[in-house]
């Protein structure tokens, strides 16, 4: 996959969807960037030939069909999907609301699955094609004041390794990325939603973690624009990993993770294994 692509981006209005249409532009590739307001998209991405700017909200299928149908009636094919738009809806659970939840999931799991749905038969007809989509390590470990967020993003990662079985017979590949904490715009007032104190058992443990991440907005450690390298570099390799662990704080989080699941299946495996019917 080293000659001109045409890639589709979503969430390319701000944060790592700017840094990816930049990267992929740099690598000579055609991209169509995505997001709510096309003119915003091209004033953060800037001018560039190669570059088409489309309306896309993710939520909306129909938005989704008809960018794909601009991208094969302008450049004749897609070769990378990029999944990256999403949101961040913060707080206990039990003080986010159930439309709270609902949007979280909406614009983390069938956001990409609208657009995804709508690529397929494209790259299915050319027997080739890249369906990359943006994770998090928090689609690998819940966390405190993350269950809207982590319940999305852990059902990403089933999805797409789902989908990665389902459709490799037709040349076609997947690839997750999980970043840890990167330098994006996700902590920003435009990107997270924190859930209004109502529970008094938590108000006091909610105004230490909204003051915490609000303190840590744009000093994260990790470079976006990295990342964004990263992904365009592995895009290019015959077989993409079908995960990239991004940061050194996913690193820990995934080596962590695969310890603690060993631990959690040699505790009570006496019992796990004495479940079979008895011959």
Known sequence: ????????????????????????????????????????????????????????DITKPEDAKAVVASAVSQFGKVDVLINNAGDFYAGFFEELTQEHVRRQIETLLFGPMNVTRAVLPVLRKQRSGLVVTVSSTAGIVGGTFCSAYAAGKFGVEGWMESLASEVDQFGIKTMLVEPGFFRTDLLTKDSTTFAEPSIEDYAQKTRETVKAWSGMSGKQGGDPAKLATAIVQLAAIDTPPARFVAGADAVQAFESKAKLLLEQADAHRTLSCSLAHDA
């Open 1 to 56: 996959m080293s000659q001109k692509q045409v890639w589709i981006i979503t969430g390319a209005s701000r944060g790592l969807g700017v840094h990816l249409a930049q990267a992929a532009l740099t690598a000579g590739h055609t991209v169509v960037a995505t997001g709510r307001d096309p003119k915003k998209v091209e004033v953060a991405i800037g001018a560039h030939a190669d570059l088409l700017t489309l309306t896309l």
